[in-house]
């Protein structure tokens, strides 16, 4: 590769799994294609990241992460250790600190262009400061942008609430709630000043129809450039994705490998949805009777191993363990939903889980909770048929906390029997479920519409550059 020709490009990622994973992902790819790249984080999560990237590819920069100024305990440097909404707030205060000793450095180092999270919207001044090109990354599916830009220009008071302007009518079973929606379309907002907007999806699941649609609504850019999960081939990487898993996945395997094909249910909540004792007792109760094999995680629980029989009882039914496998903490995702045994993936539509399970041609169960899930759900089950809904009607403004609905074994189990028990349906849903992952397989390699998105966005900057 000719050094000159080659770019240098920043990424800067938001200290969440749900977005620190795909960016980084994204970050490997423009490496792959012998771009120069440094990722901006913080110390742990550097950590964190160097088992899954090889510094030969990618550089790291590490900056600080002021925990102990706005009142977190030291070494608090991801979303996902976060239970509560004031440590959140104080963790958004946290990251917009960040704007000094990352602007430091890349005022004495300026790259070609910036590759940034909108949740760190200062990004976009310090990049028209140093006259580089920025380019936004939000980790939702361009579907799910565009109805958030339809409702902003339109604010939709319908009852129910249909999101106006729209490809498809589409009407939902919840509204998003008041506290979360000003702050979220005032990052949507900054987000439109930048270069472009970089896409983890591909375009056929998103469809042409979205893709024009957004293009006319804000007159903005948007490349597609994933699945990006696809990236990681082998076992290893994938298993290293995020954090290290608790539990070993030659045993996980060799358990799945003993299951008749589609026979068992995934349920995971991703990194930071937290739900309350009689919720989990419902969910198991649910599957219990459903009668399939399962893997469930539950993050929740992280650290109580040490709790008591009483407490256990309150959200695990007596016996309900030895009938299948609990993972307290971190699992490897993109493993278990690659396996043939997996039939069904019950998941709270977080864009990243929903796009994995894409990737494999697995079936989804939908349960949004809080942020843009309740579109992502609409996305999976009306729009492209690949999943059914569990009947989620409370728009959380976050994934943690009591909740007021409590979502009953009744509509688990008819949503888990709906997908599993075989029929008609079912294998429809089944059928182009598969049909989309061969799809997301196509689109990232050489030729396929993300991989050619990559080639023209490489281009593009270059362009600017000279
Ligand atoms: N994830 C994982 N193991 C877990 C929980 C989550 O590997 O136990 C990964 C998952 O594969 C996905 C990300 O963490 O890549 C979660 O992102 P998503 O957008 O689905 O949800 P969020 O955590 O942001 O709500």
Partial sequence: MDEENTLKLYFIPYLAAGHMIPLCDIATLFASRGQHVTIITTPSNAQILRKSISDAVIHLHTVQFPSKQVG???????????????????????????????GDFVEQNPPDCIVADFMMPWVGDLANRLRIPRLAFNGFSLFTVSAMESIRKHRSQTDPFTIPDFPHHITLRARPPKSTTGFMESLLEKELTSHGLIVNNFAELDGEEYIEHYERITGHKAWHLGPVSLIRRTEQDKAERGQNSVVKVDELLSWLNSKPLNSVLYICFGSVCHFPDNQLYEIASAIEASGYGF????????????????????????????????????????????????????????????????????????????????????????????????????????????????????????????????????????????????????????????????????????????
């Fill in 72 to 102: 977190l305990p030291d070494g608090v440097e991801t979303m996902t250790a976060l239970t509560n909404l004031a440590d959140s707030a104080k963790f958004y205060q946290a990251a917009m600190l960040l704007q000094g000793p990352i």
């Fill in 295 to 466: 893997i469930w995680v539950v993050p929740e629980k992280k650290g109580k191993e040490e709790e008591s029989e009483e407490e256990k009882r309150k959200w695990l039914p007596i016996g309900f363990e030895k009938k299948g496998i609990i993972i307290r903490g971190w699992a490897p995702q993109v493993v278990i939903l690659g396996h043939r045994a997996v039939g069904a993936f019950v998941t709270h539509c977080g864009w990243n889980s929903t796009l994995e399970a894409v990737s494999e041609g697995v079936p989804m169960i939908t349960w949004p909770v809080h942020s843009e899930q309740f579109y992502n759900e609409k996305l999976i089950t009306e729009v492209r048929g690949i999943g059914v809904e569990v009947g989620a009607e409370e728009w959380s403004s976050i994934g943690f906390g009591e909740r007021e609905k409590v979502v009953s074994r009744e509509s688990i189990e008819k949503a888990v029997r709906r997908l599993m028990d075989g029929g008609d349906e079912a294998e429809q849903i089944r059928r182009r479920a598969h049909e989309y992952g061969r799809k997301a397989r196509l689109a990232v390699e050489e030729g396929g519409s993300s991989h050619n998105n990559l080639t023209a966005l490489i281009d593009d900057i270059k362009r600017l550059r000279a």
